[in-house]
Structures are given as structure tokens and as C-alpha cells.
């Protein structure tokens, strides 16, 4: 977590409690960690110290956090934003896509939840990129590992998304059988298997998204 020591972390919650204590356990990863009440002080902060990452929470007063976001977002679009809420909802997700969020996170936030989020937040700002752009309007979001078209989610299995994330994660070459083995099948991948797979989620994405690399693998076409 050495990355985040000199990046800009802003949290925003109005109830104090939490806020105090996420601002506290932040500090000992960061060394610069600010903090806002509500909607209206996390937009006046956010334009004071700009930010790399902001986590927000969603129901608070004066102004939410889904409409601070979108202020943020009308001449931002760098900023990493974390999102919590109380429960998990699917137009969240929607929003968190055309927002450009990170992560959302389920309430009560541990350490558990966030450190993974903010490490995915650190190679993000590196790399600049966790929503690809697949064929036929198809967005992936990496970070959530989800799949969406013309805003709605498309459900997958968990061996369908495990299969399409690592093949995103290295779209710009052919992932190799061994690989799909270990991390999708844990080392018990089939012929039928795979190719059941692959024949699922050509169906639902298109025959093009998922091309064969004879004698390798499978390499998915990623738009950039």
C-alpha cells in the first residue's frame, strides 16, 4: 500500500462517528487524508485539495452524494470515486458506469472491503483504465465485475465472469489454456468446459467478442 502514501484521499460522510474513524485508519496509509460532512463541503473540498480518490457516502444532507458525484464528473472525469451505501442495488451499478465510479461498497466498510478497493484504485491511476468497451454497445466493468448494455446488467455465471475478466485484464494478447485452467476451473478445466464457455458468452456478447488463438487460447476484442 506504499503507493497511496502520496496520494490525495477525500471522505465524506455526515455521520461523525464513522467519518472520524475512517479518516483515522485512512491516515495510516496515507498522508494526505481530508475530510467533508456533506454533499456541498465535499464539492468545496474536493475543489480546494483535488483529490485522486474519493470515497462518498450516498444519503446525506444538502446535497447526496450521486449529485455531488455528478457535479464532479462535468469537467472530471480522472477522479477515482468510491461510492457506499446501506444495501446494494442494481441501478446503482447503472449509475456507477455512467458516473464513471470505482467501486461501491456495502456498508458497514471494514478494512476487509476497502484496502482491496483502494489498491485496485492505485493501479487504476497508473493505468487509467477499469471500464472497457466490448462489441455491440457491451461495457465491462473490471473493478465490479460487471456487464452491461445500453445501461441494463447482463447477468453472467460466476465461471462466465471469472473467464471474461481474466481475458479483458489482458486483452492486448491471447490468454493461454493453462491460465483459463488455474483461475476459472482451479485446475479442473474440461474441453466441454471451455467450450461451453465460450460458446455462452458469444451468445450473449456476440461471435466476435471471443476470438480462438489456435494452440494458445482465447483473446477477447476489447474497442480502445
Request: with cysteine; aromatic share 8%.
Amino acid at each position: 500500500m506504499n503507493n497511496l502514501k502520496n496520494l490525495k484521499i477525500l471522505y465524506i460522510d455526515d455521520e461523525d462517528y464513522i467519518r472520524n474513524n475512517a479518516v483515522e485508519y485512512l491516515s495510516f496509509y496515507c498522508d494526505n487524508v481530508y475530510e467533508a460532512k456533506d454533499g456541498i463541503d465535499g464539492l468545496n473540498t474536493y475543489k480546494k485539495h483535488n483529490p485522486d480518490i474519493i470515497i462518498t457516502d450516498i444519503k446525506m444532507p444538502k446535497l447526496n452524494g450521486i449529485e455531488m458525484v455528478k457535479k464532479i464528473r462535468q469537467n472530471d472525469t480522472k477522479t477515482k470515486i468510491i461510492l457506499a451505501t446501506a444495501f446494494l442495488d442494481t441501478s446503482y451499478l447503472l449509475q456507477a458506469v455512467e458516473l464513471g465510479l470505482i467501486k461501491y461498497l456495502v456498508k458497514p466498510i471494514t478494512a476487509d472491503k476497502l484496502l482491496p478497493v483502494l489498491k485496485s484504485c492505485t493501479v487504476d491511476i497508473v493505468e487509467d483504465k477499469s471500464i472497457y468497451h466490448l462489441d455491440n454497445g457491451f461495457i465491462f466493468d473490471i473493478l465490479n465485475t460487471t456487464l452491461f448494455q445500453n445501461k441494463e446488467q447482463i447477468f453472467l455465471t460466476k465461471k462466465e465472469l471469472l473467464f471474461l475478466e481474466l481475458l479483458v485484464k489482458n486483452h492486448k494478447r491471447a490468454v493461454k489454456y493453462d491460465e483459463l485452467n488455474n483461475y476459472v476451473w482451479q485446475g479442473e478445466m474440461s474441453d466441454d468446459a471451455i467450450r461451453s464457455i465460450v460458446k455462452e458468452l458469444r451468445k450473449k456478447i456476440s461471435k466476435q467478442a471471443i476470438k480462438n488463438i489456435s494452440g494458445i487460447g482465447y483473446q477477447v476484442n476489447v474497442k480502445l
